[in-house]
């Protein structure tokens, strides 16, 4: 069985869905089982928007001439909003005029998909021409089933996993004075950062033992300048957009992962802080509470600042709390968010889908 898997920036690139498939291509376990054969294809690359609206006309040639000279079962089709709706919409088209069936996989964490804009529309109508729907948790399964008019036997959950790069890891962490916290995503407004610095910065007023490192790309300067103005700026580090392995490095040393999200479908962040054994300090958005397990690993909180600094500083003071939620963050990986777990619960759905349209 040959699928065609489409990874947006391709397998090196720098969103969640890229890393995703980059993990489980390295990992191995998605060439575990030799009946099924995975190619990627890059639908837009790594590029800015001009560029990649320059360059899309020619990976649709290059799509359909994949599709009528090689061999494809199945074309397993990653989808998020805005964008990725519109580029998807014409690869979903061509598949379907060459009678290939489709598995989307909907990885955005944003509820637009319910409005009346003209990217939900694309989306809605992929999902109800596909054959298969996979979504990353019981939250987005409730949610999105009946407002899309799936079928109920359509969608199927499959959550997201992170290779395990922290065997032999200390499990609590060894005591440590100053409280390491960790960021990683997109420095910007969608992912709470502001709320973040602000919270940071009531923090400490309540206890300096602290240090927060973010990563990745984004508005940097702006929010380098915010920690600034705060106050907090020699105890806050942004170290722009860094490789996983660096990210593993950091999710290794970190006592605290914490992701004050306006939306999410489910964060690769906190799997890997829960792989690592970190604590975890969250917003209640998309399937968050799937790793997140509230007084088992960490603490939801609003998405509001006093709120998160009060959520820092009780495990800056309490640090039995704090051992016990790192002890319960690695149970959480490892028993739901393997990369070999989630490869096999993918082959199984390729498989019946395989045999829904035979």
């Known amino acids: 069985m040959r699928v065609l898997c489409i990874v947006p920036r391709g397998l ?42 320059v ?68 989306i809605r109508y992929i999902f109800r021409n596909a054959e298969g729907v996979l979504l990353l948790g019981e939250f987005w399964r409730s949610k999105l089933t009946t407002a899309a008019g799936l079928e109920p036997g359509k969608t199927e959950v499959l959550w997201n996993a992170v290779p395990d ?14 409280l390491e916290i ?13 709320i973040l610095i602000e919270a940071l910065s009531k923090l400490n007023e309540i206890t300096p033992d602290w240090n927060c490192v973010l990563s990745g790309d984004g508005a940097i300067k702006f ?3 915010l920690a600034s103005n705060k106050g907090i700026s020699s105890k806050v580090t942004f170290t722009g957009w860094v490789p996983p392995e660096r990210i593993h490095a950091f999710m290794a040393s970190a006592d605290v992962v914490v992701l004050p999200s306006r939306g999410e479908g489910l964060p690769l962040s906190l799997i890997e802080g829960a792989c690592a054994g970190a604590a975890l300090i969250a917003t209640d958005v998309g399937a968050v509470r799937d790793v997140l397990v509230e007084s088992v690993n960490g603490i939801i909180v609003d998405p509001e600042p006093l709120g998160i600094a009060l959520a820092l500083a009780r495990l800056v003071n309490d640090r039995n709390e704090l051992r016990r939620f790192q002890s319960g963050s690695r149970q959480v990986y490892l028993a739901r968010f393997t990369v ?9 759905i390729y498989r019946e889908i395989a045999q829904r349209v035979d």
């Not at 869905?17 to 639908?43: C, H, K, P, Q, V």
């Not at 200390?170 to 440590?176: D, E, L, N, T, V």
């Open 340 to 348: 070999e777990e989630m490869a096999a619960r993918l082959f199984c």
């Open 55 to 122: 360059a899309f006309p020619f990976r649709i040639i290059l799509f359909a001439l994949i599709l009528l000279f090689r061999k494809v079962d199945l074309v397993h089709m990653n989808l998020s909003k805005s964008a990725s709706a519109y580029r998807k919409i014409v690869l979903f088209t061509l598949s379907r005029v060459f009678h290939k069936p489709v598995l989307v996989h909907y990885h955005s964490g944003n509820m637009r998909v319910l409005s009346d804009a003209l990217d939900a529309q694309a």
């Open 12 to 53: 090196h690139g720098r969103g969640g869905i890229e890393r995703l498939f980059l993990y489980l291509n390295n990992s191995g376990a998605m060439s575990i089982d030799r009946d099924i054969e995975i190619r990627y294809f890059t639908s837009r690359g790594n590029r800015g928007a001009l560029v990649w609206a």
């Open 165 to 178: 790069f922290a065997q032999g890891i200390q499990i609590p962490r060894g005591r440590k004075q100053v």
């Open 182 to 194: 960790f960021f990683a995503g997109v420095i910007g407004q969608d992912k709470g950062v502001g």
């Open 223 to 225: 929010y380098e300048e």
